[in-house]
């Protein structure tokens, strides 16, 4: 069954600093992974997704994320926090059937201190 | 263009009593989804419509909820009766393509509902 561990429920960074956070997958099938950010009050937006093509993968308001099969990792980065990042974090798997079921992990709050 | 649409953005009920939640997905979506967020998790399937079929309702608990997509493009989610373990988050969220599992789902505002 497909399944996604997000390590650490709570990442604070300061403003400029690089921001890291952690996704491993576990798929029976060649995942689909996708991060989407949800502000306070808001639904999820997507960030960026992995679909098969380039392992590096380049989202919306400077991150990005980098596809790593031996380390079944998609860990999402960003060179320079601001504080408009600050929000809850989900990493994805889409499921083993490729139905459009997503299955999300548990997500990372991202604090950015100024 | 709009966006997905839900409504009401907060509910309060006392148990026992019924609730509905109205999802409206972006025009021209066929796939949406409804999903179940409780607080500090993240998102779970409920339930998934191809214009008004749902094809995956595996994970609804069909003895109090139930939902319907009438004509393929609005869609409700009923609780009924209502129990305090629902409070949570309900989003709905729409994709525009059969390959939606590569697919962006865009996902409403959800409606948060608490349960006294």
């Known amino acids: ?114 | 263009e709009a966006g997905v649409v839900q409504s009401p953005r907060y509910k309060i009920i006392e148990k026992k009593q019924p609730v509905a939640f109205w999802c409206n997905p972006i025009s021209g979506h066929n796939t949406l989804y409804w999903y179940l967020q409780n607080l500090g998790q993240g998102p779970e399937l409920l339930i998934r419509y191809e214009n008004e079929e749902a094809v995956d309702d595996s994970q609804l608990p069909k003895d109090r909820f139930s939902a319907e997509r009438l004509k393929g493009v609005d869609s409700t989610l009923k609780i009924q009766p209502a129990e305090l373990g629902d409070s949570a988050v309900y989003l709905c969220a729409s994709s525009p393509s059969e390959r939606e599992w590569d697919n962006e789902q865009f996902f409403g505002p959800g409606t948060r509902l608490t349960v006294l």
């Open chain 1, 1 to 114: 069954a497909q399944s996604v561990t997000q390590l650490g429920s709570h990442v604070s960074v300061s403003e400029g600093a690089l921001v890291l956070l952690r996704c491993n997958y576990s798929s029976s099938v060649p995942p689909y992974l996708f991060w989407y950010v949800q502000y306070p009050n808001q639904g999820l937006q997507l960030l960026l997704k992995y679909t098969s093509a380039a392992t590096l993968v380049k989202g919306i308001n400077g991150f990005e994320a980098e596809f790593k099969k031996s380390e079944t990792s998609f860990h999402l980065t960003k060179p320079s926090a601001h504080m408009s990042d600050a929000a809850e974090y989900f990493c994805a798997v889409s499921d083993a059937g490729n139905t459009g079921k997503l299955i999300f992990g548990q997500g990372t709050t991202l604090q950015v201190k100024p």
